[in-house]
């Protein structure tokens, strides 16, 4: 427990859900040893996965209670099921494509007993054209899944109006606003100035859902990736 309650050191994050994500952490550790989840070496995980997660709750604007949110290629759960954890008053799904993930995924959910959350296999192109997850979250975000553009293309189908995107990013996204920008812009949504978290050049992207976005969006499986939304010139 304590790499855990040291890492979020300066969070809100309440004691007994602390106790939780140190399950979750030892969990982690635990499947690591069986399946890849993460290249991130044990003694490192606390501070670049959980930290790193957990940090954007310092925003409160851009988290306030009850929100119904997605997790678009969430992995070993990052940063959605540490947030589900930490805020159980939020809805939480977890999109990822690959089966194995996802078992684990609903393993700590049982060990748990989570009830805020919901772990879904497939990929977010085909989830994104679905009726019951299309414009029907106050947020979706992703960490270490892709060029903005790209993010752009995967989350902003699943955010409603009013609501947002929420890229976790390092410095480098600096290099990616430009065609970022234009992205959101072709789907409904403005991007903001990225907001530092204070570490490591940490920074979160928010793109706010202004408009709904065009049905032809998001494109079939791997366009987005291989043909990325950019500015025009």
Known sequence: MADVKTALSGIPVAPDRIEALSVYHDLLLSWNKKMDLTSVPDDEAARRHFRDSLLPLTLPELFPEGLKLIDVGTGAGFPGLALAIARPDFQVTLLEAQGKRCRFLRAVCDELELKNVTVAQERAEV???????????????????????VLCEY???????????LCWKGPAVLDEMTDGEAAAKKLGGQAEAPVSLGEEGHVLVPIRKIETTLPQYPRKNGIPAKRPLKKDK
Do not use: C, M
């Open 155 to 165: 989350l902003l189908p699943f955010v409603k109006a009013g609501g947002y995107a």
């Open 127 to 149: 989830l994104g054209q679905n009726s019951s997850h299309r414009e029907a979250y106050d947020r979706a975000v992703a960490r270490a899944v892709a060029p903005l553009n």
